[in-house]
């Protein structure tokens, strides 16, 4: 935990500062046009994005599933406090049960999470009248290329239009 918070922040101080790790090459841009165009690198296909590709076909079961699996952990919970206030004592060993699938539970939510929204999902963008899969990165990203902006549409969008 100590880790995790002393990574995140490392990383807001880093992108707040502009510092980097890896050095790019920066593209010269004219200034007529530097306010017109976003920087896009080629996609390259991962196992993220072909798993996330696939459980994003099955959102409504995967939602589905997770609301069931939700109320089950509700009455699963209501049970071992309606026991408790029967006996009329605490017992924590009602809890055993509910507090264990509680756990399992909140893992895998956060796990296939992460599977589908990999975080090429949110910087994906479709270049209008030109095949091929993009995504949105610094002018000093390797491969980087200058698009103009209204050129660039985002990947949601393209999905709700067509």
């Known amino acids: 935990m100590l880790f995790g918070i002393a990574m995140l922040a490392v990383i807001i101080l880093m992108s707040s500062f502009g510092l980097h790790l890896g050095s790019g090459v920066e593209l010269n841009i004219p200034d007529s046009v530097s306010g017109s165009v976003l920087y896009l690198c080629p996609a390259t296909s991962s196992g993220w994005d072909s ?13 589905v599933i997770f609301f069931f699996a939700a109320i089950i952990l509700l009455f699963s919970w209501g049970w071992a406090l309606y026991q408790n206030l029967l006996k009329d004592k605490f017992n924590k060993d009602s809890f055993k049960n509910a507090w264990g699938f509680t756990k399992i539970f909140f893992w895998a939510g956060v796990i296939v999470l992460l599977i589908i929204f990999t975080p090429n999902h949110f910087r994906t963008v479709n270049i209008i009248g030109h095949e091929g899969n993009y995504v949105l990165c610094e002018k000093s990203s390797q491969n980087a290329i200058a698009v103009r902006e209204d050129a660039v549409i985002s990947s949601y969008r393209a999905r709700v239009t067509h």
Not at 54 to 63: H, R
């Open 51 to 63: 798993a996330a590709k696939i459980l994003s076909g099955f959102t409504l079961p995967i939602t």
